[in-house]
């Protein structure tokens, strides 16, 4: 059975490789490399004990999808990563990300929609801004996107709704994804953030490991259990995991209709410094911090109620976030070595 990963060599779709590999499927990677390096690609093989079909390209060239497509006509499955994902960017450059994130989309909801092949997208809880109530449920309403990142999350869901409305036979899932953290447990495969990295995790591993003198804890003042920020942090694998009961449940028809909506995450709420202190405890690590001002755009609280994807699919995280803190250290050292 083929399935097709868009952006496979990225962070979250390098994990997703190995376990639909794993799971007996074969795997059709393309990946314009814009945020990756191709060694992931021998990652994925050192894990699996096989090397993926791989092809350097751009989701957005339509001759060369046409190309693949045609080339492998059994396709079974598309889970669609490839995308520029930083906030910051895409505030700068926001034609380069509505080009690239809704072009892409695009290109591959032709395919998908022609051909009735099984959709998944990578959505984000950021969809829903700041919202009122926690934990926060997918029927919640979303609010305007800050920036225009978040808005090609939130506009690429509502073209994949459209399309499940005027092709009947076309089923999506569109996962909202809460925080990945973590890498693969054997350190062959993690994220390899593109210049400073702006998200949590990867600025603390780095900052422990020498590259900065310190972690600056964005906003002390909030209105939470201790000042800082709160988020839903989920290991990769589990968030992998998560991808591939969606394609069970697609392949399956288990879907009550066409276009679903699930949230990925944990369902706990951890704060930046509980984390801090929580990634102390599970590598023995100190970690150099100061409370710094908050950063612009953040949202105070985002933590998911994980029940629908459970009910439904019967998946929920099983990693704590120290497993996913120890293998996030353990990939940093790793990549310094
Ligand atoms: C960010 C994006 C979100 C995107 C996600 C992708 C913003 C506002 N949001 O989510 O749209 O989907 O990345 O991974 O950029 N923090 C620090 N110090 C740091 C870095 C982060 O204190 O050096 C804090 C932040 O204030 C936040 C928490 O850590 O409270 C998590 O931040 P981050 O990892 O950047 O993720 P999000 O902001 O949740």
């Avoid at 490789?17 to 690609?41: F, S």
């Avoid at 399309?163 to 009947?168: I, N, S, V």
């Avoid at 009961?245 to 410094?273: D, I, P, W």
Wanted: proline fraction near 4%; glycine fraction near 8%; aromatic fraction near 8%.
């Amino acid at each position: 059975m083929e399935i097709l990963v868009t952006g496979g060599l990225g962070y979250i779709g390098s994990h997703v490789a190995t376990l639909l590999i794993e799971a007996g499927m074969e795997v059709l990677i393309i990946d314009n490399l814009a945020n990756t390096r191709i060694e992931v690609l021998d990652g994925i093989e050192s894990i699996t004990g096989k090397r993926p079909y791989f092809k350097e390209m751009d989701v957005c060239d339509s001759e060369g999808m046409a190309q693949l497509v045609a080339e492998h006509p059994n396709l079974k499955g598309v889970i669609h990563f490839a995308a520029h994902k930083s906030v910051n960017e895409s505030i700068a450059q926001p034609i380069e990300y509505y080009e690239n994130n809704l072009g892409g989309l695009n290109q591959l909801l032709k395919i998908s929609t022609q051909q009735s092949i099984p959709f998944i997208f990578s959505s984000s809880c950021t969809v829903y801004g700041q919202a009122e109530k926690m934990p926060i449920r997918e029927d919640d309403p979303l609010k305007k996107a800050i920036s225009p990142y978040g808005n090609t999350k939130r506009i690429g869901e509502e073209i994949i709704q459209d399309c499940c409305k005027a092709f009947e036979n076309f089923n999506a899932v569109l996962l909202r994804y809460f925080n990945p953290i973590g890498a693969h447990e054997s350190a062959k495969i993690g994220e390899y953030p593109r210049g400073v990295p702006q998200n949590l995790v990867p600025f603390l591993t780095q900052t422990v490991i020498g590259k900065y003198s310190k972690l600056r804890v964005f906003g002390s003042d909030y209105p939470t259990k201790d000042g800082t920020c709160i988020r839903d942090y989920i290991h990769v694998m589990d968030l992998a995991q998560a991808h591939i009961a969606s394609l069970n449940y697609l392949l399956n028809k288990q879907n009550s209709e066409n276009c679903e909506v699930f949230n990925v995450g944990t369902g706990k709420g951890v704060s930046v410094l509980e984390l801090i202190y929580l990634f102390e405890k599970a590598t023995g690590e100190k970690v150099p911090y100061v409370l710094s001002n908050p950063r612009e755009g953040d949202t105070i609280e985002a933590y998911a109620d994980a029940t629908k994807i459970k009910e439904k699919m019967g998946w929920q995280a099983k990693y704590s976030i120290e497993e996913a803190l120890q293998s996030a250290w353990k990939w940093e050292v790793k990549l310094k070595g």
